[in-house]
């Protein structure tokens, strides 16, 4: 009996593992939106290694953004270059894996409640 239920105790760990840890890479996706500030950039010193740990970026900035509903929330991503001061931009961010893409977006591109923040 006892080595029937710890073959099955085990797969089912396993199975509650991956459920959490896909809905932690895959799930809960947000969007968000931030202006870019350079006084807020740090250049990264590039990996020397195979495995590139900060994806091979040059710069990361840590900024302050609004989500679609207007809560504010620090975000911290790389770039391959330093990004023009002052533009918007619309970030995809996900809770493991924060920031998995970028774009620029103008201002009247933006939820008007991010708006008024930025009128503020």
Known sequence: MKTRVMPLFSLALIVVALVFLGAGFFGGERTCYTQVDNSKVEQIE???GIIKLNGGMSYK???PAYTEDGAEVNVAFGTERELTEGRYLKLQERPIQGVIS???VRFDELPPVVQEAYRR
């Open 46 to 48: 590039p990996d020397k």
């Open 61 to 63: 900035y840590s900024l």
């Open 102 to 104: 970028w774009q620029e």
